[in-house]
T-cell receptor
Framework: DTGVSQNPRHKITKRGQNVTFRCDPI?????LYWYRQTLGQGPEFLTY????????KSRLLSDRFSAERPKGSFSTLEIQRTEQGDSAMYLC???????????FGPGTRLTVT | SQQGEEDPQALSIQEGENATMNCSYK?????LQWYRQNSGRGLVHLIL?????REKHSGRLRVTLDTSKKSSSLLITASRAADTASYFC??????????????FGQGTRLTINP
């Protein structure tokens, strides 16, 4: 399967702990996006990479959140000092070019207890 | 804030019937995309329609776009139980140069009853 993959699929953590998620985009896609989705809502944009450059960040991305895409391939999203309000599905997507389809991975469901 | 609104929020129909969902958005766009999401899963891309297109088909799916009304519709014909899911429209923002992010509505929850 050459689709977008995300790991882990589920993560349960205690408040105050740090968590890191990984996204592997479709191999030829140079654009990578992170979104967050809470129950009953549509996904909300967090950040966007073109190759290794982080070009756009949402105001939702507080200073506890950091994303990297060091070699322009896979990306990681880290949340430090997690809070209960961080509980959500974190979705990664990739696209081939501007204005092209964004393809989503299965998501990582984070539960902060 | 979310760009679009889907209507209705929930739709329940019998298998074999057609399902129509609507989406409205606020800014000028380059393209609009429709996605399907099964409960607790990732989003599956259905169709992308560009701002200079008015209608697009893919199998049992038909999407229309009216940029003058800033609205789109998704029609699923001859519905099946497997079509039960949430459906989202997502748009970019042509008013911001280079904007890449998609802005989603809250979705329509479609239930197909056997």
């Amino acid at each position: 399967d050459t689709g977008v993959s995300q790991n882990p699929r589920h993560k349960i953590t205690k408040r105050g702990q740090n968590v890191t998620f990984r996204c592997d985009p479709i191999s030829e896609h140079n654009r990578l996006y992170w979104y967050r989705q809470t129950l009953g809502q549509g996904p909300e944009f967090l950040t966007y990479f073109q190759n290794e450059a982080q070009l756009e960040k949402s105001r939702l991305l507080s200073d506890r959140f950091s994303a990297e895409r060091p070699k322009g391939s896979f990306s990681t999203l880290e949340i430090q000092r997690t809070e209960q309000g961080d509980s959500a599905m974190y979705l990664c997507a990739s696209s081939l070019a501007q204005g092209r389809e964004q393809y989503f991975g299965p998501g990582t469901r984070l539960t902060v207890t | 804030s979310q760009q679009g609104e889907e209507d209705p929020q929930a739709l329940s129909i019998q298998e074999g019937e057609n399902a129509t969902m609507n989406c409205s958005y606020k800014t000028s766009i380059n393209n609009l995309q429709w996605y399907r999401q099964n409960s607790g899963r990732g989003l599956v891309h259905l169709i992308l329609i560009r701002s200079n297109e008015r209608e697009k088909h893919s199998g049992r799916l038909r999407v229309t776009l009216d940029t003058s009304k800033k609205s789109s519709s998704l029609l699923i014909t001859a519905s099946r139980a497997a079509d039960t899911a949430s459906y989202f429209c997502a748009t970019d923002n042509a008013q911001i140069q280079g904007a890449q992010k998609l802005v989603f509505g809250q979705g329509t929850r479609l239930t197909i009853n056997p």
